[in-house]
């Protein structure tokens, strides 16, 4: 299960509408800054194909400048072949 950590850039003014954006995704939390345009962002997905399908829903959002992951974590143990 991967959870990772973001910081989103919304563009200039439209904040609110990407933290409503991105609250639609049921995967998010959403932490808005006080006085910039970035919000904070907590996912939890099931797996990587979920997590790469989230990230590119995150980026498609008209309301968003930039997306940077700051943290990741996964239980999922890769194998060695």
């Known amino acids: 299960m991967p959870i990772k950590s973001y910081l989103v850039i919304a563009k200039e003014g439209f904040k609110e509408e990407a933290r409503k954006d991105i609250t639609q995704l049921s995967e ?3 932490i808005p800054s006080e ?3 970035v919000l904070a962002i ?3 997905t099931s797996d990587e194909e979920r997590d790469k399908e989230l990230l590119k829903r995150l980026n498609s959002l008209e ?3 930039m997306v940077t ?3 990741a974590f996964s239980d999922q143990i890769d194998t060695i072949h």
Do not use: H
Request: net charge negative.
């Open 69 to 71: 992951l700051v943290a």
């Open 42 to 44: 907590i996912t939890e």
């Open 28 to 30: 998010c939390e959403v």
């Open 63 to 65: 309301t968003i400048q």
């Open 35 to 37: 006085n910039k345009n």
